[in-house]
Structure formats: structure tokens, C-alpha cells
């Protein structure tokens, strides 16, 4: 019966999508006004309380639905997946990574990265290595984990080959079926309820193969009005555009764009593509500025090959 409670309670909870937060005393008291012999009284009920529980809960999404290209070997190739607490309290979480049957090859050396910052952007120098029990991530209410999944590719595979990857992350609280008491388990001390994740949620990606890949790496240099590199009012700042294509074979269409940032204003008839100065207009050369982003349209490729592209802007 105490369980039935419980269940009864976290579907009132998500029905009327309450985001009280988990240990938020709620209390409640009644009054009675009346009157005799011309004199107005005003009585109270005793003071009913109750302290809300913690529904456990969270979401785990793939950035790249689509899969991630790799080269036949490869190494260091990044799976992002994002991780949300949409429970009503703090939670950790432990995270696990896993081959997945149904297709023609196992990446190798799997391991898991967090991102630090959050951008989405794996960076070694920076993004620790998760290590189960150690560096948990803790998320509070409506908080985001972005992690990486790291994997080498193995050679001799043919292109359109397919590697799956899963990745779970659980509750460090508890798991199970919905609506599953665990008493003392919630933020504060309260219970906690599982919710419908179950407390464990796994999600799926995956490489494919192919004989050619394109990377971008990009690189600036800043130069201010004193000459030296301070970026303040007035400096400008020189982009650099490494766009490598590995493998073998015929990249076609290849098209580069980058947006001006903001609190800066485009340099005119900066465009630069392996030395040579572009057109800021839309015309017969491979550039053209559309007033928020320069574009670079570099057509068919043979791959292996480095291009570089170059523009400026000035700090406002």
C-alpha cells in the first residue's frame, strides 16, 4: 500500500510537471472565521507538513544520430552524447561503455572523456578521463553533462562498414521499477522515487567507414593597435583554416563557412584561400562574405590533401 502511495504521488507529480525541489517542506494550515452574539472570531487548524520527495530521473541523448565518419584504421574518434537530470533533485551518475551486436566491426580501446566545459568539444588537454567511482558527474536540478566517447578504428574494414557503440549512464541513487521507494535516499535524507528512466538509460551510436574524411582545425592570431597581442578595441585578429581531407579518393562539393563572432566586424577583402587573395563578392573566385559569414566554396578535392583559408576581423 505504501508503495502504491508513492506511484500515485510521482504521477501526480509528472502530470502536473511540478518542479518543486526534492526536501522542500511544503506546509498547510486552515482557518474558520464566524460570528455570535455580534463578536467575529477566527480559528486555526493544527499545521499539516510534509517535506517533498526526490523523483530520480534523467534523459541521454546521441549528438550525432547520423554516426561519425572514421578511416579504416583511425584512432581517437569522438562519439558526444549529453546527459540531463530532470529530476527535482541532485543526483550522480555512474557511466559505462558497451559493444553493440548488429553490425560489421568493434571499435577498440573504448574509453569515456567528460566535457569539461560543456561546448561539446572534445579537447584531450583539457576533458578528464572518466573513471567510474572518481569523477562521478553530480548534476543538480535540470543540469547537463556533455561526454565523449573515444575509440580507435581498425583497419582493413570496407567503406560503409558500421561500428555501434552504446554508452549507460545510472543513477549512483538507485534503480529500478517506476515509482520504486528508496528510503532515505533523496536529497536531505528524504525517499526517493524511481522515475521513468528506471534510474538507468542507454543510448546508441555508431562509426561507418570510409576511404576519405575532412577535418577543420582552427588557429588565430591577435594584433592590437599598440602592436602588441592584446585582444582589446580596435585589434585585429587573423583566423587561420587548416582543412585537412584524409584517405583516398574524390571529395566532392566541399564547401567551408565561419561566422563572424559577435563584438567583432568582418576586416573587407580579407578572404584569403592557399595565398591568394579573394573577393568578398559572390563571383567567379572560390570566396564571398554574405554579411555574416565568410564562405569558402573549394568544389571537388583528391584527397590526401591540406587547404588554407584565411580571414580577418577587428574587435569592436
Given at each position: 500500500?505504501?508503495?502504491?502511495?508513492?506511484?500515485?504521488?510521482?504521477?501526480?507529480?509528472?502530470?502536473?510537471?511540478?518542479?518543486?525541489?526534492?526536501?522542500?517542506?511544503?506546509?498547510?494550515?486552515?482557518?474558520?472565521?464566524?460570528?455570535?452574539?455580534?463578536?467575529?472570531?477566527?480559528?486555526?487548524?493544527?499545521?499539516?507538513?510534509?517535506?517533498?520527495?526526490?523523483?530520480?530521473?534523467?534523459?541521454?541523448?546521441?549528438?550525432?544520430?547520423?554516426?561519425?565518419?572514421?578511416?579504416?584504421?583511425?584512432?581517437?574518434?569522438?562519439?558526444?552524447?549529453?546527459?540531463?537530470?530532470?529530476?527535482?533533485?541532485?543526483?550522480?551518475?555512474?557511466?559505462?561503455?558497451?559493444?553493440?551486436g548488429g553490425d560489421e566491426f568493434d571499435p577498440t580501446n573504448i574509453r569515456i572523456y567528460l566535457d569539461l566545459d560543456n561546448n561539446n568539444i572534445f579537447n584531450l588537454a583539457v576533458d578528464p578521463l572518466y573513471i567510474p567511482g572518481v569523477n562521478d558527474p553530480v548534476l543538480s536540478i535540470g543540469g547537463v553533462q556533455n561526454i565523449f566517447i573515444v575509440s580507435d578504428i581498425p583497419s582493413s574494414l570496407n567503406s560503409g562498414d558500421e561500428g555501434k557503440v552504446s554508452?549507460?549512464?545510472?543513477?549512483?541513487?538507485?534503480?529500478?521499477?517506476?515509482?520504486?521507494?528508496?528510503?532515505?535516499?533523496?536529497?536531505?535524507?528524504?525517499?526517493?522515487?524511481?522515475?521513468?528512466?528506471?534510474?538507468?538509460?542507454?543510448?546508441?551510436?555508431?562509426?561507418?567507414?570510409?576511404?576519405?574524411?575532412?577535418?577543420?582545425?582552427?588557429?588565430?592570431?591577435?594584433?592590437?593597435?599598440?602592436?602588441?597581442?592584446?585582444?582589446?578595441?580596435?585589434?585585429?585578429?587573423?583566423?587561420?583554416?587548416?582543412?585537412?581531407?584524409?584517405?583516398?579518393?574524390?571529395?566532392?562539393?566541399?564547401?567551408?563557412?565561419?561566422?563572424?563572432?559577435?563584438?567583432?566586424?568582418?576586416?573587407?577583402?580579407?578572404?584569403?584561400?592557399?595565398?591568394?587573395?579573394?573577393?568578398?563578392?559572390?563571383?567567379?573566385?572560390?570566396?564571398?562574405?554574405?554579411?555574416?559569414?565568410?564562405?569558402?566554396?573549394?568544389?571537388?578535392?583528391?584527397?590526401?590533401?591540406?587547404?588554407?583559408?584565411?580571414?580577418?576581423?577587428?574587435?569592436?
Open positions: 500500500m505504501r508503495v502504491l502511495y508513492h506511484l500515485i504521488f510521482y504521477m501526480f507529480f509528472v502530470e502536473l510537471c511540478l518542479a518543486v525541489p526534492a526536501n522542500t517542506l511544503i506546509q498547510n494550515q486552515a482557518s474558520a472565521s464566524y460570528t455570535i452574539g455580534g463578536s467575529t472570531n477566527k480559528i486555526f487548524s493544527n499545521l499539516s507538513s510534509f517535506h517533498v520527495l526526490e523523483v530520480l530521473d534523467h534523459t541521454l541523448v546521441s549528438n550525432h544520430p547520423s554516426g561519425v565518419l572514421s578511416l579504416t584504421p583511425d584512432s581517437s574518434k569522438v562519439l558526444s552524447f549529453t546527459l540531463t537530470n530532470i529530476g527535482n533533485g541532485q543526483d550522480s551518475y555512474v557511466l559505462s561503455p558497451s559493444q553493440m554508452l549507460n549512464a545510472s543513477s549512483n541513487t538507485g534503480t529500478g521499477a517506476v515509482g520504486t521507494l528508496i528510503s532515505g535516499g533523496g536529497d536531505g535524507g528524504v525517499d526517493a522515487l524511481i522515475g521513468s528512466a528506471q534510474g538507468s538509460v542507454d543510448e546508441e551510436s555508431f562509426y561507418y567507414i570510409s576511404q576519405t574524411t575532412v577535418s577543420v582545425n582552427k588557429s588565430q592570431k591577435i594584433l592590437d593597435p599598440t602592436g602588441h597581442n592584446a585582444p582589446s578595441k580596435g585589434a585585429v585578429i587573423t583566423y587561420t583554416l587548416d582543412i585537412e581531407l584524409q584517405g583516398n579518393g574524390l571529395i566532392k562539393n566541399a564547401r567551408l563557412s565561419d561566422p563572424i563572432p559577435s563584438g567583432t566586424t568582418y576586416v573587407p577583402g580579407s578572404m584569403e584561400l592557399e595565398g591568394t587573395i579573394l573577393t568578398d563578392l559572390l563571383d567567379l573566385d572560390a570566396g564571398n562574405f554574405d554579411g555574416t559569414q565568410v564562405i569558402f566554396n573549394l568544389g571537388n578535392q583528391n584527397a590526401p590533401k591540406t587547404i588554407q583559408a584565411k580571414f580577418k576581423v577587428e574587435v569592436n
